[in-house]
């Protein structure tokens, strides 16, 4: 059974001429064990995409289910991580990943157990009490991945994460985010991934969701059948990201692929 599925969602918003459409009848599942990744050019509706799933946001058109029900409101079932940290300036690394657990409405000692394991898992021990300004970016960024895991997700959406991060910094963190979700004790049972990285949606993902400029809609889904830990090197893992760049930059089906390249389309 699928965890989220979305059927013909569209959305558009309101100008002073009318509309724009953001997106068009995108439709696709998300089942468990799933670490799916969205691609598409800037503008396409990939972070709207996810404020939808969510239940951020409304469609103009179209529905979203999460285990089957409508997503009407925010989901409790999700947790988000930001490309731009958003972490409360003003709170220690402990009382940024205690928010959740207390909107919630924890008891204190369940709170403080928890925050002390995502604090460990995310390897944030020793700066229980700094305060985001006192931390580097990568630091603020296992912040805001303990805070969504704290709450332990069903699925975890991830918009562009890494991207405000230097290059060692955002492939130490991938590998992390890996581990993490591999490991059958932790949270969350999917992951969905936003990135502008292709290179980076196929080292993590299993499957691609393809995208289209404005508006979006579905170019393909390319599923990701290579081993992991996945070289970047490797013949197939350059043709499938050459795959997946033409599909965006040709808009349509591109080229059989040379070799024995992993991977397969379904579009």
Known sequence: ????????????????????????????????????????????????????????????????????????????????????????????????????????????????????RYISVTGLDGFEEAYPREVSGGMRQRVGLARALAVEPTVLLMDEPFSALDALTAEGLREEVLQLWRDPQLPPEAVVLVTHNIEEAIQLADRVIVLSRRPGHVLAQVEVDLPRPRDRKSAPFYDLTDRVYSLITEGGTPPSPSGNGGGAIAG
């Open 1 to 116: 059974m699928a965890i989220i599925r979305l059927d013909n969602v569209s959305k558009s918003f309101p100008t002073r001429h009318g509309s724009i459409a953001i997106m068009q009848e995108i439709s696709f599942e998300v089942k468990d064990a799933d670490f799916l990744a969205i691609v598409g050019p800037s503008g396409c509706g990939k972070s709207t995409l996810l404020r939808l799933i969510q239940g951020l946001d409304r469609p103009s058109s179209g529905s979203i289910y999460f285990r089957d029900r409508p997503v009407t409101s925010v989901v409790g079932g999700m947790a988000m991580v930001f490309q731009n940290f958003a972490l409360f300036p003003w709170l220690t690394v402990s009382q940024n990943v205690a928010f959740g657990l207390e909107a919630l409405g924890w008891e204190a000692e369940r709170i403080a157990a928890q925050v002390e």
